[in-house]
């Protein structure tokens, strides 16, 4: 209940046979809830997140209070795109996340996870070629497709500008 923000990075809400911690159902809805009374939420991409990679190694997140909470749709099935993207596009560059930050230097999005916006999510960041979100909001809740563990993401880390994004994006969450 005293929580303004939560962050959910490569947290197996599946079968966790490959030993990583699940997240218990009551703590998911607890979350919801709080997200639905103003609490921001952010979860980040990778092969334990959002339905991720595979049955026993993977998010599963797909029909849950925590997918329900979030700006963007979560497959039923495989959602990795390991290829990533090498131009992401900029599709409201004034938003408070994204604004001032100079994406024409990215060389690199990396990997991601496959979702789709919600018919009421704002794609902020998307993949031109595939046509999916990076970046997805809706509310305080953000939807951040890409990883953070230093796979998908090596390139987009190394980015001047990475440090800045993540700042913006913590800020928004608790503005």
């Given at each position: 209940?005293s929580y303004?923000?939560?962050?959910i990075?490569e947290?197996?809400g599946?079968a966790?046979?490959n030993?990583a911690i699940?997240?218990e159902?009551?703590?998911?809805?607890?979350?919801?809830?709080?997200v639905?009374?103003?609490?921001?939420l952010a979860?980040?991409g990778g092969?334990?997140?959002?339905?991720?990679?595979?049955?026993d190694?993977?998010?599963?997140w797909?029909?849950?209070?925590i997918?329900?909470?979030l700006?963007?749709?979560?497959?039923?099935?495989?959602?990795?795109?390991?290829?990533g993207?090498?131009e992401?596009?900029?599709?409201?560059g004034?938003?408070p996340?994204v604004?001032g930050?100079?994406w024409?230097?990215?060389?690199?999005?990396?990997?991601?996870?496959?979702v789709?916006?919600?018919e009421d999510?704002?794609?902020?960041?998307?993949?031109?070629?595939?046509?999916?979100?990076?970046?997805t909001?809706?509310?305080?809740?953000?939807?951040?497709a890409?990883g953070?563990?230093?796979?998908?993401?090596?390139?987009?880390i190394?980015w001047?500008?990475?440090g800045t994004m993540w700042?913006q994006?913590a800020?928004?969450?608790?503005?």
């Amino acid at each position: 209940q005293s929580y303004d923000a939560f962050i959910i990075g490569e947290l197996v809400g599946g079968a966790g046979f490959n030993g990583a911690i699940m997240m218990e159902m009551d703590l998911q809805e607890a979350i919801a809830k709080r997200v639905a009374e103003g609490a921001g939420l952010a979860m980040i991409g990778g092969w334990c997140s959002y339905q991720g990679g595979m049955a026993d190694w993977s998010g599963q997140w797909h029909g849950t209070p925590i997918d329900d909470a979030l700006p963007v749709a979560i497959s039923d099935d495989w959602d990795t795109n390991d290829d990533g993207c090498n131009e992401p596009r900029i599709e409201n560059g004034d938003h408070p996340i994204v604004a001032g930050l100079d994406w024409a230097s990215v060389e690199r999005f990396g990997g991601y996870n496959k979702v789709t916006a919600d018919e009421d999510g704002e794609v902020l960041v998307s993949d031109p070629a595939a046509g999916l979100p990076l970046i997805t909001v809706r509310g305080k809740s953000v939807a951040y497709a890409g990883g953070l563990a230093g796979g998908w993401d090596s390139d987009f880390i190394t980015w001047a500008d990475f440090g800045t994004m993540w700042l913006q994006l913590a800020r928004y969450l608790v503005d």
